[in-house]
T-cell receptor, first 116, second 112 residues
């Protein structure tokens, strides 16, 4: 049963520390998305990649957030330095986008980040 | 530009009653529409999607949704609610080669 995996599932850190979240997309998928979910803002798209190239990162605070795909099996989202307002659940999703935007995205279980 | 409005952040129904979750969208291009469900402490799972063709779409767990272009709506229904349907439901729109834009979600409570 192929699924998206995310590590860690939970992270508690102190303000100013670096946080790295990892995602393993489903093998064969060519598109990876990063979302953030908070009570106040709901689900927000942070960035997404197709064939490992960044297509859109306009939802990401550029000064502290960075997203990369070192290879096809790993996507990372890094926050440096972290702030309390970054506390949220971060979801990774992957999909096989062939014809446009009608293709399903498969979500990972999320990383619950708490910044003290 | 795309947007989604979900009417009602909380909906409560009795077990066995009709479930109706409302979704209206805005899109400058022909939309692809999705409903996702999120159970506590889990990621989102696709319930159903509309891309082209038949406007009444059937999904998993007995849910279905109807695309009504004239009303820019994509409401989710289920004839008879089950306790296990209690979750948060998200409507989403995609179009113009962009990622999904989600609504704010509707939390469904099912009363015994």
């Amino acid at each position: 049963d192929a699924r998206v995996t995310q590590t860690p599932r939970h992270k508690v850190t102190e303000m100013g520390q670096e946080v790295t979240m990892r995602c393993q997309p489903i093998l064969g998928h060519n598109t990876v998305f990063w979302y953030r979910q908070t009570m106040m803002q709901g689900l927000e798209l942070l960035a997404y990649f197709r064939n490992r190239a960044p297509l859109d990162d306009s939802g990401m605070p550029k000064d502290r957030f960075s997203a990369e795909m070192p290879d096809a099996t790993l996507a990372t989202l890094k926050i440096q330095p972290s702030e309390p307002r970054d506390s949220a659940v971060y979801f990774c999703a992957s999909g096989l986008v062939l014809t446009g935007d009608g293709d399903e995205q498969f979500f990972g279980p999320g990383t619950r980040l708490t910044v003290l | 530009a795309q947007s989604v409005t979900q009417l009602g952040s909380h909906v409560s129904v009795s077990e066995g009653a009709l479930v109706l979750l409302r979704c209206n969208y805005s899109s400058s291009v022909p939309p692809y529409l999705f409903w996702y469900v999120q159970y506590p402490n889990q990621g989102l799972q696709l319930l159903l999607k509309y891309t082209t063709g038949a406007t009444l779409v059937k999904g998993i767990n007995g849910f279905e949704a109807e695309f009504k272009k004239s009303e820019t709506s994509f409401h989710l229904t289920k004839p008879s609610a089950h306790m296990s349907d209690a979750a948060e439901y998200f409507c989403a729109v995609s179009g113009g080669r962009r990622a999904l834009t989600f609504g704010s979600g509707t939390r469904l409570q099912v009363q015994p």
